[in-house]
């Protein structure tokens, strides 16, 4: 069994993810994974020490919280689909799914897979990756460097040491 095609559908969240494991037989398997770096690598041992070695995986596209285990999976040899929400949805609605848990998304996004095998994604060049990251931080650092800038207009003579000493590390 470990040679055929497994279908699993991925329902990420900020901090868990929900895994239906959609197997040649029929039969689903699920299981719960943190959505940290950690529980990513969980995942791939639990598939790996499940002889999963051969599957189509969909994740809907919700932004950060799923491109790390999308890029995890996908470094792991897995084919990966990252779909639109709305295909998703309209997926659940078209087979009569009105439950919704994270526990069903999963479910679905397996049967989806299954059904539309929607073309495989591919993950960023890890260079790509850290890129990405650093240009990321960056901007978060330039925003939060101007909203101080823009607090010493107005503040109070008590906080503008803490303004000042901020911007100097800054």
Same mark, same amino acid.
């Given at each position: ?12 969240a900020?901090?868990?993810?929900? &895994?239906?494991?959609l197997?040649p037989? @029929?039969?689903?398997?699920t ?5 940290t770096?950690?529980g +990513?690598?969980e ?6 020490g +499940?002889k999963?070695d051969?599957? +189509? ?5 919700? @932004?950060t919280y799923?491109?790390? &285990?999308a ?5 792991? @040899?897995?084919?990966v689909? &990252?779909i639109n929400?709305?295909? @998703?949805?309209?997926?659940a609605?078209?087979?009569g799914? =009105?439950?919704?848990?994270d526990? &069903?998304?999963?479910?679905?996004? #397996?049967?989806?897979? =299954?059904?539309? =095998?929607p073309?495989?994604w591919?993950?960023? +060049?890890p260079?790509?990756? #850290?890129?990405?990251a650093l240009?990321v =931080?960056?901007?978060?650092?330039t925003d ?6 823009n607090?010493?207009?107005?503040a109070?003579e008590?906080q503008?040491p803490?303004i ?5 590390v800054?």
């Amino acid at each position: 069994m470990e040679h055929e095609l497994h279908y699993i559908g991925i329902d990420t969240a900020k901090e868990k993810l929900d &895994v239906d494991v959609l197997r040649p037989d @029929g039969r689903h398997r699920t299981k719960k994974f943190a959505n940290t770096t950690k529980g +990513h690598d969980e995942l791939v041992s639990w598939l790996k020490g +499940h002889k999963i070695d051969h599957a +189509h995986i969909c994740i809907e596209a919700t @932004g950060t919280y799923m491109e790390p &285990v999308a890029e995890c999976l996908y470094d792991a @040899g897995y084919i990966v689909s &990252v779909i639109n929400p709305a295909l @998703g949805k309209a997926f659940a609605q078209s087979e009569g799914l =009105r439950n919704k848990t994270d526990t &069903v998304d999963a479910r679905m996004l #397996a049967e989806f897979c =299954r059904q539309k =095998r929607p073309a495989a994604w591919e993950a960023p +060049h890890p260079l790509e990756r #850290a890129l990405r990251a650093l240009v990321v =931080r960056h901007q978060a650092l330039t925003d939060m460097h101007t909203q101080e800038l823009n607090r010493t207009e107005t503040a109070r003579e008590v906080q503008r040491p803490s303004i000042d000493a901020h911007l100097l590390v800054a």
